[in-house]
């Protein structure tokens, strides 16, 4: 009984210890403490958003800078080597739609690949077939604007003349691809 009545006082010490706060730092602590609202497919963004703004080095040693497309339909399509999905869509995303689109001034497709270096982008792009721009995003921070840090890809957003985001996707559905190219036939249209 003396053991338990010890340990019972020396845990209620450890425990006062770890948590001693005036009220004053609780609140600051709880105020300062902001989680980002996670939306569908742990998108950090939603439609109707302002795209973050960002600038990466492109694959052929020019940068991209989103908030200088104003005026265009963009369509960012996140990706990385070891995506499995990302490898099947990009074949898609070629033919379907860069291939269809780009010559039209009215609009840009930028691949922006996720932690890795330019020559393994040159490589698996190689391989996979595709031309469109691939801009490096080696330390995942654009990604991370866009959706939780680690969450899975691959994903597009469509960022309409107005910058706001018009369309995401997460994976590669073919309903989903379908409907992402109807979408921008029709806004290229007008």
């Known amino acids: ?3 338990l009545l010890s340990l019972v006082v020396v845990a209620t010490a450890f425990i006062s210890c770890g948590n001693k706060q005036t009220t004053t730092d609780a609140a600051t602590a709880t105020d300062t403490i902001t989680q980002p609202v996670v939306y569908e497919n742990e998108y950090l963004v939603k439609v109707g958003d302002t795209a973050p703004d960002f600038t990466l080095p492109l694959t052929d040693g020019t940068t991209f ?4 497309q104003r005026g265009k339909l963009v369509m960012l399509q996140f990706t990385a080597r070891w995506c499995g999905v990302c490898r099947r869509e990009m074949p898609h995303i070629e033919k379907d739609i860069w291939q269809r689109h780009k010559d039209n001034e009215k609009f840009v497709l930028v691949g922006v ?3 890795e270096s330019k020559e393994v982008v040159d490589d698996y792009t190689a391989k996979v077939g595709t031309t469109y721009p691939m801009a490096l995003d080696t330390a995942g921070n654009v990604f991370a604007s866009y959706a939780v840090r680690n969450s899975g890809i691959t994903r597009n957003v469509l960022v309409g003349p107005d910058g706001r985001i018009v369309m995401l996707t997460r994976s590669f559905k073919e309903a989903e691809f379908n409907e992402l190219v109807a979408t921008i036939d029709s806004l290229l249209v007008r």
């Open 1 to 3: 009984m003396r053991y």
């Open 65 to 68: 800078t989103l908030s200088q």
């Open 113 to 115: 690949d996720r932690q």
